[in-house]
C-alpha cells in the first residue's frame, strides 16, 4: 500500500474525491451565508449580517402560512404513510400469496415512474373528487410518492429480526397480537421510525405534485418559492431555502441516531 | 387467531393471514397512483381539441410537429450527458470509499447521502444562484477583470447538466459501491501475486466485477434524467426543453390536455423500454436493492 508508485495516483483520486464533495456539497451549502446577509442583493461573500430575511419570511404570510402548511402536510403523511407501509411490510415480507413479485413492484413504482406523469394524473382526477387544493389531496397524494420508503425500511428491519424472539413469546402463551405488539413491533421500530421520517422528508420537499394540486390560497413552502424563484429574487427565498434544509438536515440526522439503536445488522 | 398462527405454514392456503395486511396499501396504491396513471393514458386517446374519427389524432398531430420530435430528441441527450457526468465522477468517488478506512468511508457516504435527500428545489436554486449573469462565478470573475462582460452560464446546456448531475450523482454512488464492496480484496491480490502491475490487475479484475454497479447505475441516472422537470425549468434555455416540462406546459398554459397526456404515454413508455432492455442484463432488483442498503 505504501510502495511510491501508487501515491501520485492515489493523490489523484483523493483530489478527485474532494472535488467531488465539493460538487455535491457547496452549492448548497452557498446559500446557507447569503440568507444572512444584511444587503438587499444575493452577494457573495454576503455583506454584514442580519436576520432581517428571516423576519421578512416569518411575518410575510404567504412565507409563513406556506411553512404552516407544509409541516402539515408533511406530519399527516408520515402518519398515513408509516400505518400502510408497515402493515404492507409485514404482508409482504410474511405472507404467502400469488403475484407478490407484482406487488413489489406496484408499492416500489412511485420512485422510478416519472413524476410529472403522476403529477398530471392526479390533478386530473383529483379535480374531479374535488380534493384538488386541499390538504386532504396533497396528504393522499404524498402518501402514494413517500410511502415504498417506509415498507423499504421497515421490510428491511423485519428481514434482520430473529423470529425465534417471537416463537418463545408465542410458546410462552401470548397470543399474536400481544406478541406483535410486545416484540416484534419493539425490533422493527428503528425502521418503522426511519420510514416516517423518510416520508415526512419526502413530503416536505415535494414540488412537482404539488404544483399542480396547490392552489394560491392553499400552497406549501416548497410551492411558494417554486413561485418566487421566478420572479424577482430577493434574500428572503434564501431564507426560505435555508429553513428547508435545517428541517431536512436535523430529520436525517435523526434517522442516524434512530439506525444506531437499531440491533446490529 | 390460534396459536402459532405467525408461523410459515407448510403446503398451506395459498393466500395466509399475514397477506391480508398488505391489502391496504395494494388498495390505496390502485386508487391514488395506479387509476391515475390509467386516466392519463386515457386522455391521450380520448381527449382533443377536435372531434376525429382516430383515436389515435393525438399521437399523428405529436409525431407531425418536427418541434415536438426536439424536445424527445434534446431529453435524451441531455440524459445521455448526465449519465456520463455522473459515470466519470461518480466511480472513482465510489472506488475511493472502497479503499480508505471505514471511518472516512462512512464521511464520504454521508457527503452523498446529504445532498440525496436535501430539496432539489433548494440545490436548483443554489445553482441559480452560482451561475446566473449577476451569480457567484460572473461577479467573481468581472472583479478580477477576468471577462469584461458576463459569460453565459445559466440557460444553457451546460448550466443544466451541472445541475442534474449533482442531483443524480448519489444514483450512480451508492449501486457502483454496493457492488464493490462485494468484491473479494483477495481477487487483485492474486492477480498482483501473479506479476500482475497495478493497474493491470485493476483493469482485468476490479474493473469486470464491478461493471453491474456501473450498469446499474447508469440505468438509473438515465431513466431518473429522462422525466426531470425542475432543474430544466429554473437552469435550462427554452430551446433546451425537456419532456416534462413540454407535458407541464401543455397542460398548464396551452390547456391542450391530448398532447400533454400524449407526450406523458410517450415518457412512460420509454421508461419501461429503457428498464426493460436493461432488465435483460441485470437484475433490477440488484438496482432497487442498492438503494435500499443505503
Not at chain 1, 155 to 167: G, M, P, W, Y
Not at chain 1, 168 to 190: E, K, Q
Request: net charge positive; hydrophobic share 55%.
Amino acid at each position: 500500500m505504501t510502495d511510491s508508485w501508487r501515491q501520485p495516483r492515489r493523490l489523484l483520486l483523493l483530489a478527485l474525491g474532494a472535488l467531488t464533495v465539493f460538487f455535491l456539497m457547496a452549492p448548497t451549502l452557498v446559500v446557507v451565508p447569503m440568507s444572512v446577509t444584511a444587503s438587499n442583493a444575493l452577494t457573495f461573500p454576503p455583506e454584514g449580517f442580519s436576520t432581517r430575511w428571516y423576519e421578512k419570511m416569518l411575518t410575510d404570510p404567504q412565507w409563513s402560512s406556506g411553512f404552516v402548511n407544509s409541516a402539515q402536510v408533511a406530519f399527516l403523511t408520515a402518519v398515513l404513510a408509516t400505518v400502510l407501509g408497515t402493515l404492507a411490510a409485514l404482508g409482504t415480507v410474511r405472507g404467502r400469496f400469488p403475484g407478490k413479485s407484482a406487488v413489489n413492484a406496484l408499492v416500489l413504482s412511485p420512485l422510478i415512474v416519472p413524476v410529472i406523469i403522476i403529477a398530471i394524473g392526479m390533478f386530473s382526477l383529483f379535480v374531479r373528487w374535488k380534493i384538488s387544493g386541499s390538504i386532504a389531496g396533497l396528504v393522499l397524494a404524498h402518501t402514494a410518492l413517500a410511502v415504498p420508503f417506509v415498507v423499504i425500511n421497515v421490510a428491511t428491519s423485519l428481514r434482520t429480526i430473529d423470529r425465534n424472539l417471537e416463537l418463545a413469546a408465542m410458546n410462552l402463551g401470548a397470543d399474536p397480537v400481544r406478541t406483535f405488539r410486545r416484540v416484534t413491533l419493539p425490533l422493527i421500530l428503528p425502521g418503522v421510525l426511519a420510514g416516517g421520517l423518510f416520508a415526512f422528508i419526502t413530503s416536505w420537499d415535494e414540488v412537482v405534485v404539488s404544483i399542480f394540486l396547490t392552489t394560491a390560497r392553499f400552497r406549501t413552502l416548497p410551492v411558494e418559492m417554486w413561485e418566487q424563484v421566478r420572479q424577482v429574487v430577493d434574500p428572503t427565498v434564501a431564507a426560505v431555502a435555508t429553513t428547508l434544509l435545517a428541517v431536512t438536515t436535523s430529520l436525517l440526522l435523526l434517522v442516524l441516531v434512530v439506525r444506531r439503536q437499531a440491533p446490529a445488522r | 387467531m390460534t396459536r402459532g398462527s405467525g408461523r410459515r405454514p407448510r403446503g398451506g392456503p395459498i393466500v395466509d393471514r399475514w397477506a391480508l395486511l398488505a391489502i391496504p396499501l395494494i388498495a390505496f396504491l390502485v386508487a391514488f397512483f395506479l387509476v391515475p396513471l390509467i386516466v392519463v393514458s386515457l386522455r391521450s386517446v380520448a381527449d382533443f381539441p377536435k372531434p376525429t374519427g382516430d383515436i389515435f389524432s393525438n399521437y399523428g398531430r405529436f409525431f407531425a410537429s418536427a418541434a415536438n420530435l426536439r424536445v424527445l430528441a434534446n431529453t435524451f441527450w441531455v440524459a445521455a450527458l448526465s449519465t456520463v457526468v455522473c459515470l466519470a465522477l461518480g466511480y472513482p468517488y465510489a472506488y475511493l470509499m472502497n479503499i480508505v478506512r471505514p471511518r472516512v468511508a462512512g464521511l464520504l457516504l454521508i457527503a452523498v447521502l446529504l445532498p440525496f435527500w436535501s430539496s432539489l428545489l433548494v440545490r436548483t436554486y443554489a445553482w441559480q444562484v452560482i451561475l446566473r449573469d449577476t451569480g457567484i462565478i460572473n461577479t467573481f470573475l468581472l472583479d478580477w477583470g477576468l471577462i469584461t462582460e458576463p459569460i453565459p452560464l445559466i440557460r444553457t446546456t451546460l448550466g443544466v447538466m451541472l445541475g442534474m448531475s449533482q442531483v443524480l450523482l448519489p444514483f450512480m454512488v451508492l449501486p457502483i459501491y454496493a457492488v464493490m464492496r462485494r468484491i473479494d480484496p483477495e481477487y487483485t491480490k492474486a492477480a498482483a501475486n501473479l506479476g500482475a502491475p497495478p493497474f493491470a490487475a485493476f483493469r482485468r479484475v476490479f474493473l469486470p466485477l464491478s461493471l453491474p454497479g456501473v450498469l446499474a447505475g447508469s440505468l438509473l441516472v438515465f431513466v431518473l434524467a429522462l422525466g426531470f422537470y425542475i432543474t430544466p425549468a429554473l437552469l435550462g434555455s427554452p430551446k433546451d426543453t425537456m419532456i416534462s416540462q413540454f407535458i407541464a406546459n401543455a397542460v398548464q398554459q396551452r390547456l391542450d390536455w391530448g398532447i400533454g397526456a400524449t407526450m406523458a404515454v410517450i415518457l412512460m413508455g420509454l421508461t419501461l423500454v429503457v428498464l426493460f432492455v436493461a432488465s435483460r442484463f441485470i437484475r433490477l432488483r440488484d438496482v432497487f436493492g442498492s438503494l435500499e442498503e443505503s
